[in-house]
């Protein structure tokens, strides 16, 4: 049954139990009563409604940022491969570079790094820009304090481990030294 039927069965129940007693008096009351009844009701909707709609909201932006976050711990797991293989070809000498014979080799693990830097990219994976730069404790971590006449105090000097953003949350902190007075 719905409402509308309930209060209308109960509309001629009261009816017709007050009809023998003072039958306007107590129709009026009955009316009155309905009236506050049904006004109820209709604000109990309205405010499920607006539940369900809030309820709505929040479920989608779950699913919307479950989407672009998804890949967080992956992308943590990686971030140590990027580095690992930045450190490999930032210790290759000149002299190899310039080898025929390893030539090949550089230029494969230049552009797997390329490759990497571009995969990162697409998936909202940025490094984070930290030399030259204050530091932003949101987005770099201090290990140590470099005295430096060239630099203002708590200026970056050093980047120890590039940082990284995935879309507009931190991936992982910059870890840098930081300028003090000599």
Do not use: W
Request: net charge negative; charged share 30%.
């Amino acid at each position: 049954m719905t409402n509308e039927q309930n209060l209308h069965d109960e509309a001629e129940e009261i009816r017709a139990e007050t009809a023998a007693d003072a039958p306007e008096l107590k129709e009026h009351d009955a009316i009155a009563r309905l009236q506050e009844e049904l006004a109820e009701a209709k604000q109990q909707t309205l405010y499920a409604q607006a539940e369900t709609q809030n309820v709505r909201r929040r479920l989608e932006k779950d699913a919307q940022d479950a989407r672009a976050y998804a890949a967080t711990a992956f992308a943590r797991d990686i971030l140590s491969v990027k580095d690992n293989l930045d450190r490999a070809l930032a210790a290759i000498p000149a002299e190899m570079r310039e080898d025929e014979k390893m030539k090949g080799l550089v230029t494969g693990l230049e552009a797997t790094g390329r490759e990497l830097d571009t995969v990162f990219q697409r998936h909202g994976i940025t490094r984070i820009d930290a030399m030259g730069q204050p530091l932003d404790p949101n987005k770099h971590q201090a290990m140590i304090e470099i005295e430096s006449p060239d630099a203002e105090p708590g200026m970056i000097v050093q980047e120890m481990q590039a940082g990284y953003m995935i879309k507009d949350r931190l991936l992982r902190p910059a870890l840098v030294g930081v300028a003090k007075k000599g």
